[in-house]
């Protein structure tokens, strides 16, 4: 079993920037894919970025250019820094994680744009 916990969620005005956090731990072994999901009010969840722990990376066609996932493979840390927030960002953010046993998702984030 692996375990998430999620920080850097807020409020922001439209234009402006926030970065998300979400450390790991447990049963973390070998090749896995961390990523970053949102839901928005009334709308299923949809992946916003991953990033495998080979480095390839895959984003949602709305946050190209504007959303940069990283990860620290010796921290289990996953990243996901936002700018050029727009409201239609609004959501709640939940991190997750892909193993070759599991998938474990975080308790999630709450992130406001405000126009």
């Known amino acids: 079993q692996v375990q998430l916990v999620e920080s850097g969620g807020g409020l922001v005005q439209a234009g402006g920037s926030l970065r998300l956090s979400c450390a790991a731990s447990?049963?973390?072994?070998?090749?896995?894919?961390m990523g970053w999901y949102r839901q928005a009010p009334g709308k299923q969840r949809e992946l916003v970025a991953t990033l495998t722990s080979g480095g390839v990376t895959n984003y949602a066609d709305s946050v190209k250019g504007r959303f940069t996932i990283s990860r620290d493979n010796a921290k289990n840390t996953v990243y996901l820094q936002m700018n050029s927030l727009k409201p239609e960002d609004t959501g709640v953010y939940y991190c997750?994680?892909?193993?070759?046993?599991?998938?474990?998702w975080g308790q999630g984030t709450q992130v406001t744009v405000s126009s």
């Open positions: 997750s994680i892909v193993t070759s046993f599991s998938r474990s």
């Open positions: 447990g049963n973390i072994y070998g090749r896995n894919t």
